[in-house]
């Protein structure tokens, strides 16, 4: 018998329970892995609260760091005693033990510890796609990430800064504004007492950025669009304070031809081959140390419910990881 995460209602954090689970056997390319470290993440409040449903009973959680203790049919890939890592649906992460579909799993590096895996998998590639794919920084770039000191902003603010951008980052306290200065946020913004747009416009004499990084949602939306230079990219990629309004085209037209993208990371990853070649990105940034893990919360997986109530209470900085 392994244990795991269920939740048979949506609510607060009390509505999560470490039950009693059968593993099973893994069928026709499928693998069975046991879990050193699990990631925790901003998605898994939004499925636990029901803003994203999903029928129940259920798990949570949508990344995790083990080895492989068995392997299914037609499975050429892995092989029992692999140490592997992976981001996926459905959500049922938080566990000691997991069949996946080998397809799901990416074999790692001697230089990316189980732990360290477990806290970028989720949000390292996000990290990656944003700067990357969805809004490709450029040496020179000033651009503008909210919830700076948070598990992706210090990713974002690393690579960023490693790729020659000046950032400037949002953040809820002095504590964290320190926090993402020392992982390159060049001007971190208080923004619970300072006007985060005018401060932007001052920093860029004006100009505005070229991509505003909105992680915020509802209370930062229209700040942000104000941060644009014309034709800016406005990154819609979370909702930590609630849904984004109805969205009215001429708040877009009338800033500058703005554009809008509500990016996630699962449509990055959905090909293989992106999935991979994002991993391996990823894990050379960390390796050569140009991005460096944020691991400043450790909590045993049965405790998952403090961890959210820390997560959600804005208590957190950097990366959580949850041991099983
Ligand atoms: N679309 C995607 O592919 C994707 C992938 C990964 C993550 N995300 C999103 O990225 C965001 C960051 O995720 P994360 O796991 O790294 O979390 P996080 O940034 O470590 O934590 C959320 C942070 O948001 C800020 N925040 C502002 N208003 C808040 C509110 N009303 N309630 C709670 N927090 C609030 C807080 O920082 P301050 O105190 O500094 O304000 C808080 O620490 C989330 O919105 C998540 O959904 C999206």
Redesign the pocket.
Same mark, same amino acid.
């Given at each position: 018998m392994s244990k795991a995460i269920r939740y048979d209602k949506t609510g607060g954090p009390e509505v999560m329970k470490w039950v009693d689970v059968e593993v099973g056997e893994p069928g026709e390319g499928e693998v069975r892995l046991r879990q050193s470290a699990c990631g925790l993440?901003?998605?898994d409040v939004?499925f636990r609260t029901g803003l994203y449903p999903q029928p129940l009973p259920a798990g949570l959680g949508m990344e995790a760091a083990g080895e492989v203790t068995a392997v299914g049919s037609g499975v050429s890939t892995l092989k029992v005693g692999d140490r592997v890592a992976y981001v996926g649906r459905p959500p049922g992460a938080y566990a000691q033990e997991r069949v996946l579909r080998a397809e799901q799993l990416i074999k790692l590096p001697d230089a990316i510890s189980d732990e360290a895996a477990a806290s970028i998998m989720?949000?390292g590639l996000?990290a990656q796609y944003l700067l990357r794919r969805t809004y490709r920084v450029k040496a020179g770039d000033t651009i503008l990430i909210q919830?700076a000191?948070? &598990?992706?902003?210090l990713l974002v603010c690393q690579w960023a800064k490693a790729l020659g951008a000046t950032v400037i980052g949002?953040? *809820?306290?002095d504590e964290?504004a320190a926090i993402a200065k020392a992982h390159g946020c060049d001007h971190p913004i208080v923004y619970t007492r300072e006007d985060f747009t005018a401060r932007v416009r001052e920093i860029t004499n004006g100009a505005g950025v070229p991509v505003v990084y909105d992680?915020? &949602?509802k209370?930062t939306y229209t700040k942000s669009l104000d941060c644009l230079a014309p034709l800016g990219m406005f990154v819609s990629? *979370?909702?930590?304070?609630g849904p984004l309004p109805p969205i009215d085209s001429s708040e877009f037209a009338g800033r500058g031809s703005l554009f809008f993208t509500r990016?996630?990371?699962f449509s990055y990853i959905a090909k293989r081959a992106d999935y991979e070649a994002m991993a391996a990105e990823l894990f050379e940034v960390v390796a050569s140390g140009k991005v460096k893990t944020s691991i400043n919360q450790r909590y045993a997986l049965k405790d998952v419910g403090q961890a959210h109530a820390d997560?959600?209470g804005?208590k957190?900085t950097g990366s959580t990881v949850l041991l099983p």
């Open positions: 993440n901003y998605i939004y989720l949000q996000t919830a000191a948070g &598990g992706v902003g949002t953040v *809820g306290s964290k992680s915020i &949602g209370d990629f *979370g909702n930590a304070s990016p996630t990371l997560l959600e804005r957190t």
